[in-house]
T-cell receptor, first 113, second 117 residues
Framework: NAGVTQTPKFRVLKTGQSMTLLCAQD?????MYWYRQDPGMGLRLIHY???????AKGEVPDGYNVSRLKKQNFLLGLESAAPSQTSVYFC????????????FGPGTRLTVT | AQKVTQAQTEISVVEKEDVTLDCVYE???????LFWYKQPPSGELVFLIR??????QNEISGRYSWNFQKSTSSFNFTITASQVVDSAVYFC??????????????FGKGTTLSVSS
């Protein structure tokens, strides 16, 4: 039981490049979330999903797209990376019956130069 | 709007000192949860505690204790006899129901605790 995993762990992008961050969970959780953490800040919600095929915007969705084609995976895409997207990205998941218990992945550190 | 304030940006103590991390929150919800997370230098988030808004009992777990006071909208965290391994960033968080379903966590900006030997 790996819990929540994130791929990659680190990445450096040039401005304008695109990439996809993968979050995978093996706990059969219905809900999945993407947060970002900037220096001196707590985590902020980017997008979330309450089930396969559904996604919704969080607090800071601009510049990101997401997809949830399979229940266990939640993808976060950056179509044209900007330096302002330099951050640590955390994925989390939870059961529908207990949405308050969120399991976090180890994070992906992304630098956009 | 939901908000979590951790007024202490950085705290430095010497080993064996007690330290209290403050957390004040604002919410319009009648039912909510409060959390504390630890983020060590390695970067992962370590869950410490979750507290339901209906349960104002203080909690103690080893050297850690939490004081929840609804009257002052505070959920403070005390480490007794601090150790170097307690050095980390500590986040307080508040639950917020989302439009579709699910729950977001609203985080404070964190308090960096440095414990020296």
């Amino acid at each position: 039981n790996a819990g929540v995993t994130q791929t990659p762990k680190f990445r450096v992008l040039k401005t304008g490049q695109s990439m996809t961050l993968l979050c995978a969970q093996d706990m059969n959780h219905e809900y999945m979330y993407w947060y970002r953490q900037d220096p001196g800040m707590g985590l902020r919600l980017i997008h979330y999903s309450v089930g396969e095929g559904t996604t919704a915007k969080g607090e800071v969705p601009d510049g990101y797209n997401v997809s949830r084609l399979k229940k266990q995976n939640f993808l976060l895409g950056l179509e044209s990376a900007a330096p302002s997207q330099t951050s640590v990205y955390f994925c989390a998941s939870s059961y529908r019956g207990n949405p308050y218990e969120q399991y976090f992945g180890p994070g992906t550190r992304l630098t956009v130069t | 709007a939901q908000k979590v304030t951790q007024a202490q940006t950085e705290i430095s103590v010497v080993e064996k000192e007690d330290v209290t991390l403050d957390c004040v929150y604002e919410t319009r919800d009648t039912t909510y949860y409060l959390f504390w997370y630890k983020q060590p230098p390695s970067g992962e988030l370590v869950f410490l505690i979750r507290r339901n808004s209906f349960d104002e009992q203080n909690e103690i777990s080893g050297r850690y204790s939490w004081n929840f006071q609804k009257s002052t909208s505070s959920f403070n965290f005390t480490i007794t006899a601090s150790q170097v391994v307690d050095s980390a960033v500590y986040f307080c968080a508040l639950s917020e129901a989302l439009d579709q379903a699910g729950t977001a966590l609203i985080f404070g900006k964190g308090t960096t605790l440095s414990v020296s030997s």
